[in-house]
């Protein structure tokens, strides 16, 4: 939805499909425990503080049976990219560095790790090649400041991510329509169309 509202149009190619799984409607901590379409549950909105662990490992759970039922269907796990735009962002990290070091890449739009990360730890036991990260972030973040966007891109590169952190002067926690034009190319460097072979 919002990426509609900020391109007039949805992100779209001819040669790939696009997934846009929903957040499901949970409690959340930071808002008194009320309802929220949030991935996983906080302690609080800061990045010095415990993950929330239980919740983030029951949605990585749901997304890995998304990306294997596309994998039943045909499509190389080297041809997937996970990502997502702050939470959602921060799950496909999860996600990927922590279950999935097999796809083709991540993007990270306005997100931020814990400091004591479950995807660090995942990540010093690791010796393969990881997928590729792409990270945009807002300079005028007020919610998930533009500082714990870049700690998190240093702590991954550290640990063996080929990682690019791009910042968006003036842009608040929202998307805007330069940081989607540079998402769009990097998606389309990840995925390039096959070449016509096939008839």
Same mark, same amino acid.
């Given at each position: 939805r919002?990426?509609?509202? $900020?391109?007039?149009q949805?992100?779209?190619?001819?040669h790939?499909?696009?997934?846009?799984?929903?957040a499901?409607?949970?409690p959340?901590?930071p808002?008194?425990?009320?309802?929220?379409?949030?991935w996983?549950?906080?302690?609080?909105?800061?990045?010095?503080?415990p993950?929330?662990?239980?919740?983030?490992?029951?949605?990585?759970?749901?997304?890995?049976?998304?990306?294997?039922?596309?994998?039943?269907?045909?499509?190389?796990?080297?041809?997937?990219?996970?990502?997502?735009?702050?939470?959602?962002?921060?799950m496909a990290?999860?996600?990927?560095?922590?279950?999935?070091?097999?796809?083709a890449?991540?993007?990270?739009?306005?997100?931020?790790?814990?400091?004591?990360?479950?995807?660090?730890?995942?990540?010093?036991?690791?010796?393969?090649?990881?997928?590729?990260?792409?990270?945009?972030h807002?300079?005028?973040?007020e919610? $998930?400041?533009?500082?714990?966007?870049?700690?998190?891109?240093?702590?991954l590169k550290?640990?063996?991510?080929s990682?690019?952190?791009h910042?968006?002067?003036?842009?608040?926690?929202?998307?805007?329509?330069?940081e989607?034009?540079?998402?769009k190319?990097?998606?389309?460097?990840?995925?390039p169309g096959?070449?016509?072979?096939?008839?």
């Amino acid at each position: 939805r919002r990426i509609k509202e $900020v391109l007039n149009q949805d992100l779209t190619f001819q040669h790939i499909k696009i997934i846009y799984p929903t957040a499901p409607l949970r409690p959340y901590t930071p808002m008194k425990g009320g309802l929220s379409s949030v991935w996983f549950d906080r302690f609080k909105i800061s990045s010095d503080c415990p993950e929330h662990l239980e919740s983030i490992d029951i949605m990585c759970q749901v997304l890995t049976d998304l990306i294997d039922d596309e994998v039943k269907s045909g499509i190389k796990k080297n041809r997937i990219l996970v990502g997502g735009f702050s939470m959602g962002g921060c799950m496909a990290m999860h996600l990927a560095y922590r279950n999935h070091q097999d796809v083709a890449g991540v993007f990270a739009l306005s997100s931020f790790l814990n400091k004591a990360s479950a995807v660090y730890q995942a990540l010093q036991k690791s010796d393969g090649v990881l997928p590729e990260l792409f990270q945009c972030h807002g300079t005028a973040d007020e919610l $998930v400041l533009h500082s714990w966007g870049e700690e998190t891109n240093s702590m991954l590169k550290s640990l063996g991510v080929s990682a690019k952190f791009h910042s968006f002067p003036d842009v608040y926690h929202e998307l805007s329509k330069t940081e989607l034009e540079k998402l769009k190319s990097w998606i389309l460097t990840k995925l390039p169309g096959e070449p016509e072979r096939q008839s």
